[in-house]
């Protein structure tokens, strides 16, 4: 019997949570029952060589201009093209523009199920508000990472509670364990006898990088031993760089720009930080928690149900440096309090976060799906074949 053929349609593959969790997803599937496809709408992105390393085969959907207009007509044309040539049983949509052009080419295409993926909170107006809506509308299922993404996705964008799975994010624990001691702050040119508190995001307004920064002058103001750390894609506008020099961290602040050595960069962290103004479910937040470190962050969407305050970190009200700074100074001064919440927040994450079962309540849901549909699925594996790693143009 054939490999259930399933197309994963995303904007593009930077690296970003979303991205990051569908790189997991790729890794961990059964590729015995499954036959996995990257349908990347403009065929960019750091993370594409990662999917083809583990042997997924990425079609490059060709667009190159705006997601509107002719261009996104075009588009999903495309991409219905292609699902018809790749006969393909399931498409699963991640992000706002995948979700609207590929709900609507699988409808096309007459492909037997469509999925989208809801991972935040972040709402949506207009056109993009119509979009989403559209999405959840045409699609046979929505899948969301948290139980405050479903109420979100409820009211916001009207989908039928019924409609959605909680599937809760999972993070890889044989990758993201404690390691050995060692000078993991010297290779990063940290001062191995100061605390550090850090951060991993990206550039964006509600990522709340100028709310870290303004809290960690504050902290330093308290235990002028602290360093801070950004970890990720962010460059300081002028406006920024002067906050951190009238504020005298510029010194004390190391950018470490994207890196792909996440456990050894948080091995070098006393403290975890998520300063969001809006979040699904944080995987750099489980990725943390399951290195042992102990967290401070922002009461937004789905993170209070990993993070439970007083228990395996604390949580703050976003927008607020004030508070943010009060709860980091709290913990660094608390010494074996913050050590044991990084020793519960691993086990939190081994019970209920891991990437494994995650990806397998996918693909039980998919079988399920499908069966539903009239589709005929193997129940076991059917082949030890690989997909041959290659690029592809639509």
């Given at each position: 019997m054939p490999k259930i053929r399933i197309v994963y349609a995303i904007k593009s593959m930077p690296v970003g949570g979303s991205q990051t969790?569908?790189?997991?997803?790729l890794r961990l599937l059964d590729q015995r029952r499954f036959d996995p496809i990257l349908y990347c709408l403009t065929g960019e992105g750091a993370l594409l060589d990662a999917v083809r390393a583990h042997g997924v085969r990425v079609i490059d959907g060709g667009l190159r201009k705006h997601f509107n207009g002719v261009p996104a007509l075009r588009a999903i044309l495309r991409m219905a093209r292609v699902l018809?040539?790749?006969r393909v049983d399931l498409v699963h949509n991640?992000?706002?523009?995948?979700?609207?052009?590929?709900s609507l080419a699988a409808r096309l295409a007459r492909v037997p199920v469509t999925l989208v993926s809801?991972?935040?909170?972040?709402?949506?107006?207009?056109?993009?508000?119509?979009?989403?809506?559209?999405g959840?509308?045409?699609?046979?299922?929505?899948?969301?990472?948290?139980?405050?993404?479903?109420?979100f996705v409820h009211e916001n964008e009207r989908c039928p509670r019924e409609k959605m799975v909680m599937i809760p994010s999972g993070v890889d624990t044989d990758r993201f364990r404690p390691l050995a001691a060692g000078?993991?702050?010297t290779r990063l040119g940290l001062d191995p006898q100061r605390p550090v508190v850090g951060i991993v995001t990206r550039m964006r307004v509600r990522k709340g990088v100028e709310e870290f920064l303004r809290a960690m002058i504050k902290v330093r103001e308290r235990l002028p031993a602290a360093q801070a750390v950004i970890v990720g894609e962010v460059e300081?506008?002028?406006e920024l760089r002067a906050v951190v020099a009238q504020g005298g961290l510029t010194a004390h602040l190391h950018l470490l720009g994207r890196r792909t050595d996440i456990p050894e960069v948080l091995s070098a962290f006393d403290l975890f930080v998520l300063s969001s103004h809006d979040e699904g479910m944080s995987n750099a937040i489980l990725e943390a928690m399951a290195m042992e470190k102990p967290v401070v962050a922002t009461d937004v969407g789905g993170t209070g149900e990993v993070v439970r305050h007083g228990h395996t970190g604390l949580l703050v009200p976003p927008k607020d440096p004030v508070p943010l700074a009060a709860a980091i100074a709290e913990l660094l001064a608390s010494g074996d309090r913050a050590v044991e919440m990084g020793r519960l927040g691993r086990r939190v994450v081994e019970e209920r976060f891991s990437a494994h079962a995650m990806v397998r309540q996918m693909e039980d849901l998919y079988v399920k799906l499908l069966q539903q549909r009239g589709v005929v699925v193997a129940d076991e594996a059917v082949s030890d074949a690989v997909p041959n790693i290659r690029g592809e143009h639509a």
């Open positions: 969790h569908l790189l997991q997803v018809r040539r790749e991640y992000l706002l523009r995948a979700n609207a052009i590929g809801k991972r935040g909170c972040h709402e949506r107006h207009g056109v993009e508000l119509a979009g989403a809506r559209l959840n509308w045409l699609a046979n299922c929505v899948t969301v990472n948290a139980n405050a993404v479903r109420d000078d993991h702050k300081l506008d002028d």
